[in-house]
Nanobody, 130 residues
Framework: EVQLVESGGGLVQAGGSLRLACAASGFIFEDYAIAWFRQAPGKEREPVSCITSSDGGTYVADSVEDRFTIASDNAKNTVYLQMNSLKPEDTAVYFC???????????????????????WGQGTQVTVSS
């Protein structure tokens, strides 16, 4: 059974930092792409960042570029999202998700095939106060 557990959320002031962690189990970590999504109240879920665990290839959304960094610790089967210079608009529930790196027998970059992410954590709340 694929299991993803997020941690590291909390309340911070604007300009502060948080590091989110996604601990994975139940699958071969290196065969999967891991992504962070977020959903704010009244808004649709949006992708934030992702990583292909096997080679470390990453993607960061334009809205958070130069502020967020994603990294993978394969030995711990954990993906981290370092969030710096947080803004109130970053307030959301952050979800970790996973899919196989290969779709229809071809490796697909983690920021493509976003609808194919089919394993999800329960989310961790990030609140940024002004």
């Amino acid at each position: 059974e694929v299991q993803l557990v997020e941690s590291g959320g909390g309340l911070v002031q604007a300009g502060g930092s948080l590091r989110l962690a996604c601990a994975a189990s139940g699958f071969i970590f290196e065969d999967y792409a891991i992504a962070w999504f977020r959903q704010a109240p009244g808004k649709e879920r949006e992708p934030v960042s992702c990583i292909t665990s096997s080679d470390g290839g990453t993607y960061v959304a334009d809205s958070v570029e130069d502020r967020f960094t994603i990294a993978s610790d394969n030995a711990k089967n954990t993906v981290y999202l370092q969030m710096n210079s947080l803004k109130p608009e970053d307030t959301a529930v952050y979800f970790c998700a996973a899919r196989l790196s290969a779709i229809e027998r071809s490796v697909v970059p983690c920021h493509r095939g976003l609808y194919e992410y089919d394993s999800w954590g329960q989310g961790t709340q990030v609140t940024v106060s002004s």
